[in-house]
């Protein structure tokens, strides 16, 4: 567990997290690994796991008729993934999937939630770490479907 | 200013939309011109349009990487070898490539906004020892759009440059980044003290590259864009390409981002 914890704390997500929280947020935690081109999550499924990526990249992907799986945002160490655990109906609205061997800590969406509703500090603290993450993918998608690079911009 | 003719020696498809032209002289003069400086290129019977140097200044032949927007591009893409082509120029302040000596430098390219990179980052690449880590971060439109693609791949391959590509678009079997060149910003390993960023691409790219890159602590005067207004008689005459004070043509079209940042909400003018 120690170990988990001392993982956690250094990912960028959880870093400068209170000890005290970081403990109660490893309880939701375990090590995930899995290899290059498996799926993580499908579209539609219940959400109930939050990954934050520590090694490899996932490609989060939408499939459309007649076109097939377009991946919208590729996704590295560092970086989150998986926000609907936090908002009803707790949905996966893409496909997850592994572009290398990935290393991830998967968080138990359900087990957080509830700590986070048991301690509203924590809570609050989880969440000034997620909406900055939430705002920055909204803007981005907004400048990627304003097709900048396309002639008639 | 009178063109001087130049005639097509070779003509190659890059992009979609865009074309590469290699140009002689009539004359046979070699074109000595700094990264970053344009020429005025004539489409005989069509007209002028400022273009970027997109070759190797130290030794290649004039070369120009045109995307065909609207008439005289069209045309300019359109032109065979051996075909006569007007030449002005070279125009403009460039890169700072003094500046950047002794630095890391991040170039940050959207698009076309590659081609007048691209001098800047052979001068970069055959004087390497003057310069610090050098970084390339590159975002197209979708994977067939990526303009130069092998030299591109052949930079990627090198030890002593990290390139880094993105694409907005993708079907599942590109296997590179996806999403928009900010996010390989955050992603970037750099020590803003010492960094010098050189940015080109649609100005809204600019706008939001320079912002994140200022965010990692880069300073505003670190920061150069390369500016596209239209233009005429690209020597700060006729006021065309005016941008508050300033003339992209006569000033630029290279500026800091500390001196952009009160004018690129400026609309076309
Ligand atoms: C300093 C400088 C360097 C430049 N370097 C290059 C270069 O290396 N390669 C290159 O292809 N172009 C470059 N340009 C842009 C080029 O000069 C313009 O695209 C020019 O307007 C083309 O003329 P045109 O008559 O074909 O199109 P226009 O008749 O002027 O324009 C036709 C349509 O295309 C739109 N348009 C014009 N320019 C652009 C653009 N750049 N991107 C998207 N839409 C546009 C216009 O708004 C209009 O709707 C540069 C411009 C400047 C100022
Ligand atoms: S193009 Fe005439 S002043 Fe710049």
């Not at chain 1, 990912?11 to 375990?30: M, T, V």
């Not at chain 1, 592994?98 to 969440?127: P, Q, S």
């Not at chain 2, 500026?255 to 009160?262: A, S």
């Amino acid at each position: 567990m120690e170990n988990l914890e001392r993982i956690l704390s250094e990912h960028p997500f959880f870093s400068g997290l209170d000890k005290g929280f970081l403990e109660l947020a490893c309880g939701c935690a375990r090590n995930a690994r899995f290899e290059s081109g498996a799926y993580i999550a499908h579209e539609g499924e219940a959400a109930d796991q939050f990954y934050l990526l520590r090694e490899g990249r996932v490609a989060l992907q939408i499939t459309a008729p007649g076109r097939g799986a377009a991946t919208f945002l590729t996704l590295g160490p560092g970086d989150v993934f998986g926000v609907n655990w936090l908002v009803p109906p707790y949905r996966w609205t893409y496909d997850a999937r592994t572009l290398d061997v990935t290393r991830a800590i998967a968080m138990d969406g359900k087990c957080l939630r509830n700590k986070c509703e048991a301690d509203h500090h924590m809570g609050y603290d989880i969440m000034k770490r997620l909406m900055p993450i939430v705002i920055d993918r909204l803007h981005t998608t907004r400048l990627q479907f304003l097709d900048l690079y396309n002639a008639d911009v | 200013m009178v063109p001087r003719i130049a005639h097509v020696r070779r003509r190659r498809h890059d992009a979609p939309d865009a074309w590469t032209l290699e140009l002689d002289m009539a004359d046979g003069a070699h074109v000595d011109y700094a990264p970053g400086q344009f020429n005025m290129l004539t489409a005989f019977g069509v007209g002028e349009a400022a273009i970027s140097m997109s070759g190797d200044p130290a030794t290649g032949p004039l070369i120009h990487t045109i995307r065909a927007v609207g008439p005289v591009s069209r045309a300019l893409t359109e032109l065979k070898p051996g075909e006569p082509i007007g030449v002005r120029g070279p125009f403009g302040v460039g890169w700072p490539m003094a500046a950047a000596e002794g630095k890391d430098v991040v170039l940050v390219a959207g698009g076309l906004g590659m081609a007048p990179l691209r001098p800047a980052l052979y001068r970069l690449l055959g004087e390497r020892s003057r310069y610090g880590k050098v970084t390339l971060l590159f975002g197209s439109r979708r994977p067939e759009d990526i303009v130069f693609r092998h030299e591109v791949e052949n930079w990627r391959g090198r030890f002593d440059i990290d390139v880094d590509v993105t694409v907005d678009h993708a079907g599942a079997d590109w296997r590179g980044h996806v999403g928009i060149v900010t996010t390989l910003i955050a992603r970037l390993d750099l020590d803003p003290a010492k960094t010098i960023a050189m940015v080109c691409g649609p100005e809204v790219m600019m706008r939001f590259v320079s912002m994140a890159l200022c965010d990692r602590g880069i300073a505003e005067e670190s920061v150069w864009l390369s500016m596209e207004r239209n233009m005429k008689c690209a020597i700060g005459h006729c006021g065309h390409c005016q941008l508050g004070p300033t003339f992209i043509c006569r000033d630029g079209p290279v500026f800091t981002y500390r001196r952009l940042k009160p004018l690129l909400g400026v609309k076309e003018l």
